[in-house]
C-alpha cells in the first residue's frame, strides 16, 4: 500500500487512539512538541498517575532481570507470585523484558530508531519456539478502557506473529495491578493475522495526514492539555466546556 507522506513518520497504539479522538492534540504534541505543562497534584496524591505508572513499570521491570530485589508494593499485593515467577523464567532465559518492536510499512521488523509502527511491551514469555505469552503491566483503571485494551491485545498478538514466524499460538495478558485482575486473549497465528488489513489501514491514515482539524467534544477537551479547561495551555480555543453539559436547563 502506497500513501502520501504526512509529517508523523510513525505511530504506535497510544498515538493512533489520541489522532482518532482528535486530530489536532497530535499536532501539537508530536508535531508541534508543544510541552505538557505542569499540573497541580490531585489532592491527597504524592504523584500524577502517569508518573506513577512509569515508576512502577521501572521497579518491576529491575525486580525481574535482578538489578534489584525490590517490589513496589501495589504490583505485590496482587501479582507477586507472578512476578517471582518471570524472575526466575528471566534466569533461565525464558523471559524478555521491555521489547521495543518496530515494523516497516510492510510490517517486516526493522529497527525502532526507524520504524514506522512501533510496539513497546512489559515482557514476553517462550516457554517453546512456538508458543509465547506477551503480558503488559496495567497501572489504570480498567472499566471504560476495555475496547482500547482490546485493541492493544490485538496489536502485541499482531506484531508478535509477524516478528516470530515460528510461533503458532500467542497468548496476551493485560495485568492490572491495582485491581488483582487479569484480561487474556489467546490466539493462533491465522486468527491474528485477521487483524493486519484494520491497522495497515489506520497506520497509513495516521502517517499519510496532512490536515490536522480540532474535534472539540465534552469527553477530549476536559483533560486536554492544550484546552482552555483545568490548566490547559490554551493553544486549542475551540474546546468544548466539559461543565456546560452539567448546567441545569433554564425554563423559557
Given at each position: 500500500?502506497?500513501s502520501?507522506l504526512?509529517?508523523?513518520?510513525?505511530?504506535?497504539h497510544?498515538?493512533?487512539?489520541?489522532?482518532?479522538?482528535?486530530k489536532?492534540?497530535?499536532?501539537?504534541?508530536?508535531?508541534?512538541?508543544?510541552?505538557?505543562?505542569?499540573?497541580?497534584?490531585?489532592p491527597?496524591?504524592?504523584e500524577?498517575?502517569?508518573?506513577?505508572?512509569?515508576?512502577?513499570?521501572?521497579?518491576?521491570?529491575?525486580?525481574?532481570?535482578g538489578?534489584?530485589?525490590?517490589?513496589p508494593?501495589?504490583?505485590?499485593r496482587?501479582?507477586?507470585?507472578?512476578?517471582?515467577?518471570?524472575?526466575?523464567?528471566?534466569?533461565?532465559?525464558?523471559?524478555?523484558?521491555?521489547?521495543?518492536w518496530g515494523?516497516?510499512?510492510?510490517?517486516?521488523?526493522t529497527?525502532?530508531?526507524?520504524?514506522?509502527?512501533r510496539?513497546?511491551?512489559?515482557?514476553i514469555?517462550?516457554?517453546?519456539?512456538?508458543?509465547?505469552?506477551?503480558?503488559?503491566?496495567?497501572?489504570?483503571?480498567?472499566?471504560?478502557?476495555e475496547?482500547?485494551?482490546?485493541?492493544?491485545?490485538?496489536?502485541?498478538?499482531?506484531?508478535?506473529?509477524?516478528?516470530?514466524p515460528?510461533?503458532?499460538?500467542?497468548?496476551?495478558?493485560?495485568?492490572?495491578?491495582?485491581?488483582?485482575?487479569?484480561?487474556?486473549?489467546?490466539?493462533?497465528?491465522?486468527?491474528?493475522?485477521?487483524?493486519?488489513?484494520?491497522?495497515?489501514?489506520?497506520?497509513?491514515?495516521?502517517t499519510?495526514?496532512?490536515e490536522?482539524?480540532p474535534?472539540?467534544?465534552?469527553?477530549?477537551?476536559?483533560?486536554?492539555?492544550?484546552?482552555?479547561?483545568?490548566?490547559?495551555?490554551?493553544?486549542?480555543?475551540?474546546g468544548?466546556?466539559?461543565?456546560?453539559?452539567?448546567?441545569?436547563?433554564?425554563?423559557?
Open positions: 500500500m502506497t502520501t504526512g509529517p508523523l513518520k510513525s505511530w504506535s497510544s498515538r493512533l487512539a489520541e489522532f482518532e479522538k482528535c489536532f492534540k497530535v499536532w501539537l504534541k508530536n508535531v508541534e512538541r508543544v510541552a505538557e505543562p505542569e499540573r497541580p497534584l490531585p491527597g496524591k504524592m500524577h498517575a502517569n508518573d506513577r505508572g512509569s515508576r512502577i513499570h521501572d521497579e518491576c521491570e529491575q525486580y525481574v532481570d538489578r534489584s530485589d525490590y517490589l508494593a501495589e504490583a505485590e496482587h501479582f507477586g507470585h507472578h512476578l517471582d515467577l518471570l524472575r526466575l523464567l528471566y534466569v533461565e532465559k525464558q523471559v524478555s523484558l521491555e521489547g521495543e515494523m516497516d510499512r510492510n510490517w517486516e521488523p529497527d525502532w530508531a526507524k520504524a514506522w509502527h510496539c513497546k511491551l512489559d515482557a514469555v517462550r516457554p517453546s519456539k512456538t508458543h509465547a505469552i506477551v503480558i503488559d503491566y496495567k497501572t489504570g483503571k480498567k472499566w471504560g478502557n475496547i482500547k485494551h482490546g485493541e492493544q491485545m490485538q496489536l502485541y498478538l499482531l506484531n508478535s506473529f509477524l516478528r516470530f515460528e510461533l503458532e499460538h500467542v497468548r496476551t495478558e493485560l495485568w492490572y495491578l491495582d485491581l488483582g485482575e487479569t484480561t487474556v486473549q489467546e490466539m493462533t497465528r491465522s486468527q491474528a493475522l485477521r487483524f493486519k488489513s484494520n491497522f495497515d489501514r489506520r497506520g497509513h491514515a495516521i499519510s495526514c496532512t490536522f482539524p474535534n472539540p467534544n465534552k469527553f477530549s477537551c476536559k483533560w486536554c492539555m492544550y484546552g482552555t479547561f483545568n490548566g490547559g495551555t490554551g493553544h486549542c480555543t475551540v468544548v466546556d466539559p461543565d456546560a453539559f452539567n448546567k441545569p436547563r433554564t425554563s423559557r
